[in-house]
């Protein structure tokens, strides 16, 4: 049957050639076809978690893929409002965060089925167009913990965060996990500021903890690296190269780097088909699909003992491969000292 065909392209070369230029000048431009999108923020963009977000779908505008505009600092109050302006705009996929206003995000997705919205969101995915993300990178953290328990001195690390919310507990039992892993001794001081962003607040919970006699930090929030390099200690990067992008050289030993490019090139691809769906983006935040990954060492390479750094090197391949899982826990982690 090919060969059929092929001879009758090439018996009527002129209707042959038309209809081949047409089919591809069809395909070029769907492939082509950008699609509109926006940002919903309700912290500065330069805070860590939405600039992953900002910083994913930035590079998919850069790639041609989609016109991209963005609202930062939205209150939960007024955040519905500018949910409804953006569908009713013509935008045919918002990427935002419900964490608060679940009930209220989901309401709006109903009544706007023709937009696709990929939320952070702790619950479930909603009707046919309520797509739910979040922050999934426990897996590196585990990674870290191994480090950073063969690398304390004191037995004692610190872990200060932001909320005793799911996505950062389990960020912090993973860590904890793979320190305890290596090191049994080791015994864990937590703090959470109750603010996302508050450098200032989250340095002086890290002085308070050097002061309890921790010689290691995991800075879930901006401002623990500055305290870390004041005491002259190490400490352990999140969600951002924490080593560059937060003066972290020579303290930041590494960071659990979240990745949000895979989840929002998928949404793309699904709107530009028409088969974007409700679905959970949990898998796709997780290292198998590179939602994550373990920044590099910089100067920590030559630091850390060479069998730590095979044993993270083999673990994070078998939880690429699927064959070690980091458990889950989003209970409120608390104190062992």
């Given at each position: ?5 092929l ?6 070369p ?21 699609i509109?999108?926006a940002?919903i ?13 900002h910083?994913a ?7 041609g ?6 609202s930062?600092?939205?209150?939960n ?7 409804r302006?953006?569908?009713q ?5 918002i ?18 089925p023709?937009v ?6 702790p619950?479930?995915?909603s009707?046919?167009n ?6 999934y990178?426990?897996?590196p ?17 610190g ?5 005793p ?7 912090f ?25 508050d450098p ?15 010689d ?16 002259g ?7 951002n190269?924490?080593n560059v992008e ?8 590494t ?9 929002i090139?998928?949404?793309i691809s ?8 409700a ?8 290292m ?6 373990l ?5 920590f390479?030559d ?8 044993q993270?090197?083999?673990?994070a391949?078998?939880i690429?491969?699927?064959t ?11 104190s062992?000292?």
């Amino acid at each position: 049957m090919f060969l059929t065909s092929l001879k009758k392209i090439i018996t009527g070369p002129i209707l042959g050639i038309t209809l081949l230029s047409s089919f591809f000048f069809v395909s070029s431009a769907a492939m082509a076809e950008k699609i509109s999108v926006a940002g919903i923020y309700t912290q500065p963009i330069q805070q860590k978690w939405d600039a992953r977000l900002h910083l994913a779908l930035q590079a998919a505008a850069a790639a041609g893929e989609i016109d991209y505009k963005y609202s930062e600092k939205v209150a939960n109050t007024d955040y519905v409002r500018v949910l409804r302006e953006y569908a009713q705009s013509g935008v045919q996929l918002i990427v935002g965060e419900a964490f608060g206003i679940s009930r209220e995000a989901r309401k709006t997705a109903k009544d706007y089925p023709n937009v696709a919205f990929l939320m952070g969101d702790p619950f479930k995915p909603s009707g046919d167009n309520f797509s739910v993300f979040d922050n999934y990178i426990h897996e590196p953290c585990y990674l870290m913990g191994m480090i950073a328990g063969s690398m304390t001195k004191t037995n004692k690390i610190g872990l200060v965060g932001g909320y005793p919310i799911g996505e950062v507990n389990r960020l912090f039992h993973a860590f904890m996990a793979g320190a305890k892993a290596v090191n049994p001794d080791v015994a864990f001081k937590v703090t959470f500021i109750g603010s996302w962003f508050d450098p200032p607040k989250a340095k002086e919970a890290a002085f308070a903890q050097v002061e309890a006699g921790v010689d290691v930090l995991y800075a879930e929030r901006a401002g623990v690296v500055d305290a870390a390099r004041s005491k002259g200690i190490l400490a352990f990067g999140n969600v951002n190269d924490m080593n560059v992008e937060e003066n972290g050289a020579g303290v930041v030993v590494t960071s659990a780097l979240w990745h949000m490019e895979s989840a929002i090139n998928h949404a793309i691809s699904q709107v530009k088909a028409g088969t974007f769906t409700a679905q959970d983006y949990k898998e796709w935040t997780m290292m198998t699909k590179g939602g994550a990954t373990l920044a590099p060492y910089y100067g920590f390479e030559d630091k850390i003992d060479p069998q730590i750094k095979a044993q993270v090197a083999t673990l994070a391949e078998e939880i690429r491969q699927g064959t070690f899982v980091v458990e889950i826990n989003d209970t409120e982690p608390k104190s062992t000292y």
